[in-house]
């Protein structure tokens, strides 16, 4: 090799020892007097899509929550699942957005949302603003009650049993004890009163539990409500 070429190559290992490392670009600015303290990441995949691919909403949680954890071991991390009735449509990750309360996503929504407080006819069950709407007017539901109803209509067309209603609903912070499987029964039959001519919503499985199944009389608003489930 020659001296010329000895101090090319010398002189290219010179430049790469002493080139500056690139800064790592910012997001976006900060505004004075506040701090970033983390970030928000939304991905849109239902359950079909993650199982054609080989995998599961469950899996990608735990792969991002490994990979925090190894670039920043003390940071902490929170995952929760956004729900939607079966057959909502609509883009999965705006989904995800408005059920999380993305401020941006919620404004985009409300300059073309319809009038929350009016319904022509029927039953809304307006998860976003925990109420329900019969005929134009709001159903005195206690919390209780409207949880109930809630964990029916976002788990559609599945039976679910006294014991689970009892175990998800209840905890023990609580003010009231929880209910055992005969007194849940009392809360259905409550919720039904109030219901009046829409009570056959709530479905009763013999043995089993009870359910919720598409309707023609029912509308779901869900705009903007943390969900429910957390992994």
């Known amino acids: 090799m020659s001296l010329a070429h000895i101090d090319t190559a010398r002189s290219a290992r010179l430049e790469l020892q002493t080139a500056p490392t690139p800064a790592a670009p910012r997001i976006r600015a900060v505004p004075d007097g506040t701090q970033a303290r983390g970030f928000v990441l939304y991905v849109g995949i239902d359950e079909d899509t993650a199982a054609a691919a080989g995998t599961s909403l469950s899996r990608i949680v735990e792969a991002l929550k490994a990979l925090t954890s190894t670039i920043a071991p003390a940071a902490e991390t929170h995952a929760a699942v956004a729900l939607a009735p079966a057959g909502a449509g609509g883009r999965d990750v705006d989904v995800v957005r408005l059920a999380l309360q993305d401020p941006t996503a919620l404004a985009k929504h409300r300059n073309v949302a319809e009038d929350p407080d009016r319904a022509p006819g029927g039953v809304v069950v307006d998860i976003s603003r925990k109420r329900v709407i019969l005929d134009s007017e709001t159903a005195a539901l206690t919390y209780k009650e409207f949880e109930l109803l809630q964990y029916l209509v976002l788990r559609e067309g599945r039976t679910i049993e006294r014991a689970e209603l009892i175990s998800k609903l209840w ?31 709530v479905r009763t499985v013999r043995g089993v539990g009870y359910r919720f199944d598409r309707h023609a009389d029912v509308s779901i608003r869900q705009s903007s409500t943390p969900s429910p489930d957390v992994f």
């Not at 007194?183 to 009046?196: C, E, N, P, S, Y």
Request: no cysteine.
């Open 171 to 201: 905890n023990a912070a609580d003010d009231e004890d929880a209910p055992n499987e005969r007194t849940i029964d009392v809360h259905v039959r409550r919720l039904r009163a109030k219901l009046g001519r829409y009570e056959d919503i």
